[in-house]
């Protein structure tokens, strides 16, 4: 008898509230509970609360819930600082005290390093910063709701809702008072219907706004955004439908590195938090004890933000970058800079590093700054290399833990680990872990 294929019907969620107890929090700052020996994950609970969740989310191995209400609450819940706070998703841990919030990472970090590279060592300080007022840079989605109504802010959490935001606590000063203006100058375009997101960005040569449209806008609209730009002395880049952004108000955009300055691009990848920032370059030479001897290869390099301070130190530096136009602007960076001794390569790291004209050189020092991804491609290369001091610099603790283990299964030892602050009241956590040769 013939057998068709018959779907599975989809399982339905029990959305009885449930009561929990919060064991733990995750490494993205979620409420770890357990129903039986499933874990849930509750959003908004802290370590050793009580709450009533419900769930929105049933796999076989896993749960999620959604908090319902605190019934016994942790003596470090504190009162988030925002308004617009459980309903926007761009911070996650505001009920959270930020220095409690720093230990936990620390804490997170030890684990999934020991539970994924067999790795356990004491931390080093954690880099720290202030808590408010440190993004320099943002993305705000736009969007015309059925009513008509603007709606310029940040996605809700796990949903393509925005949550309009015309005032962001941890977002730069000189940004935050700009939202309720760029609002009202949106508004009011021809074109409101077509705009698709905006970006802020503090540089050192001034407030950068980019506007980016879905299809051309009217020659009013781009006055209007001229004349607004002018008024509040931006620089403004304006993108229109598939092209380029073009630069039509104010000087190229830059950051300071002590006496260098970087350009870039306002799409350009650049680290949120200019202090941290500074302080992370600061470690990173630390720890590789850079000297005029050494020559030292840059992996994930984007604009030169690791190579240009190493190139003052080392005798060599080597920049490799898989996005094209990044590597043209980390060179153009170098000579601005006045810097002879570094070169900048564009390469797929996810393919074999051997067989490059870069990748056949010798280095004695390697600095990694992969995206959340990792750099499983290139580790293989790098465990090989025999490079005496290896810094890896992360933005996702799980992808650390697992390429640690490439090196120290090649021989190499985890001497030093520490957490940044990158990203106070979120769940990202930012880390460093330097690696030594054994002998």
């Not at 684990?111 to 993004?135: H, N």
């Amino acid at each position: 008898m013939a057998r068709f294929f018959q779907p599975q019907k989809k399982k339905s969620i029990d959305t009885k509230h449930k009561a929990f107890t919060v064991e733990r929090l995750d490494h993205q700052g979620d409420g770890v509970a357990f129903d039986g020996k499933k874990p849930v994950f509750i959003a908004g609970a802290l370590a050793g609360e009580d709450v009533v969740a419900q769930l929105t989310e049933d796999k076989r191995q896993f749960a999620r819930a959604k908090l319902i209400k605190v019934t016994t609450a942790s003596a470090e819940r504190v009162e988030p600082f925002c308004a617009h706070y459980g309903v926007c998703g761009g911070c996650n841990l505001q009920h959270l005290g930020h220095d409690e919030q720093i230990k936990a990472k620390q804490t997170s970090l030890s684990q999934l390093m020991r539970k994924f590279a067999d790795a356990e060592l004491t931390q080093d300080a954690p880099v720290c910063s202030v808590g408010e007022g440190y993004r320099r840079r943002a993305r705000l989605s736009v969007k015309i709701a059925k009513t008509g109504e603007l709606e310029m802010g940040f996605r809700q959490r796990s949903s393509k809702d925005i949550v309009t935001v015309t005032h962001c606590p941890v977002l730069a000063k000189v940004l935050d008072a700009l939202l309720p203006e760029v609002y009202s100058l949106l508004d009011a375009l021809r074109g409101r219907r077509i705009i698709g997101h905006i970006e802020l960005v503090e540089s050192d040569a001034g407030r950068v706004l980019l506007v980016r449209a879905i299809k051309p806008l009217h020659d009013d609209d781009i006055v209007t955004l001229k004349q607004f730009a002018d008024d509040k002395a931006l620089i403004l880049y304006l993108q229109q439908g598939d092209a380029e952004a073009q630069r039509l108000c104010g000087s190229a955009p830059y950051y300071s590195l002590d006496t260098f300055s970087l350009e870039f691009e306002p799409q350009d990848f650049i680290q949120v938090n200019a202090d941290i920032n500074l302080k992370m370059i600061a470690q990173a030479l630390d720890w590789l004890a850079l000297d005029s001897n050494d020559k030292v290869l840059d992996l994930f390099c984007g604009l030169g933000n690791f190579s240009l301070p190493m190139a003052s130190k080392a005798a060599s530096v080597v920049g490799v970058e898989g996005v094209e136009d990044m590597v043209q602007r980390a060179t153009d960076n170098a000579a601005r800079n006045k810097l002879d001794n570094v070169a900048f390569y564009h390469a797929n790291l996810e393919l074999d590093a051997g067989k490059t004209e870069w990748g056949k050189q010798r280095y004695s020092k390697i600095l990694l700054d992969p995206a959340r991804a990792g750099a499983l491609g290139v580790m293989p290369y790098v465990a090989q290399s025999r490079a005496e001091r290896i810094v890896y610099v992360s933005c996702n603790p799980a992808t650390l833990a697992r390429d640690s283990q490439i090196l120290l299964d090649k021989g190499y030892k985890l001497a030093k680990l520490g957490m940044l602050d990158m990203f106070p009241h979120t769940g990202h956590l930012e880390s460093m872990a330097l690696f030594i040769k054994k002998a």
